[in-house]
């Protein structure tokens, strides 16, 4: 069965203080990996996909990496407005598409 | 272009009363997902379609909950007798095929008294 961890479960940040969020995941074969940015009352916002280790992919302050184990979204110098919950999930090789959501990082950043 | 649209997108019903959640895909987009998320839980896949067919119902968690998708375009989840434990937000996303990256819609926040 395909698992996916994300830890912290919450984070508070000062405006400028630079981390990065983890996603442990576990399945058979990745086809892909997946952040979504989810603010409060709102549906999540798709950011990246990543398909194999070593691959990174960059949006503004946000830099996600993908290793065969984990992947790494980090935040440098964040602002308040970075504020939200980051998922991650994953989908496998073969099979059914539907990817396999982890429970989510709440991130908050103090200004 | 226009995203993914759900309606409404506030719900309130009483307990035993039938509920239909409207979604509104991307234009084109072939497949389409209903998931449910609960307070402080993560994405629960329910069903989803390519084109108009459902090869997975797998996630729906009871025969109360059903969906169907007409044209290729909106799709329905219906939630018949509801429970309170039905309350949740209720999310739908298409994509251009089932391969495709996921857009997801506002959500329905559903709560039953």
């Known amino acids: 069965e395909d698992q996916v961890t994300q830890s912290p479960e919450a984070l508070r940040l000062q405006e400028g203080e630079s981390s990065s969020l983890n996603c442990s995941y576990t399945?058979?074969?990745?086809?892909?990996l997946f952040w979504y940015r989810q603010d409060p009352g709102k549906g999540p916002e798709f950011l990246f996909t990543?398909?194999?280790a070593g691959e990174e992919k960059e949006k503004e302050r946000l830099k996600a990496t993908l290793t065969k184990k984990e992947s790494f979204l980090h935040i440098t110098a964040p602002k308040p407005e970075d504020s939200a919950t980051y998922l991650c999930?994953?989908?496998?090789?073969?099979?059914?598409?539907?990817?396999?959501f982890g429970r989510g990082t709440s991130l908050i950043v103090h200004p | 272009g226009a995203g993914v649209s759900q309606s409404p997108s506030n719900k309130v019903t009483e307990k035993g009363k039938d509920v239909e959640l409207r979604c509104d895909p991307i234009?084109?987009?072939?497949?389409l997902y209903w998931y449910r998320q609960s307070l402080g839980q993560g994405l629960e896949f329910l069903i989803y379609f390519q084109g108009n067919s459902a090869p997975d119902k797998s996630g729906l968690p009871s025969d109360r909950f059903s969906a169907e998708r007409t044209g290729g375009s909106v799709s329905t989840l219906t939630i018949q007798r509801t429970q309170q434990e039905d309350s949740a937000v209720y999310l739908c996303?298409?994509?251009?095929?089932?391969?495709?990256?996921?857009?997801f819609g506002p959500g329905t926040r559903l709560l039953v008294l």
């Open positions: 999930a994953v989908s496998r090789t073969g099979g059914s598409y539907i990817p396999t």
């Open positions: 234009s084109g987009h072939t497949a």
């Open positions: 399945v058979s074969g990745l086809r892909g």
């Open positions: 990543l398909y194999s």
């Open positions: 996303a298409s994509s251009l095929g089932i391969e495709g990256t996921q857009y």
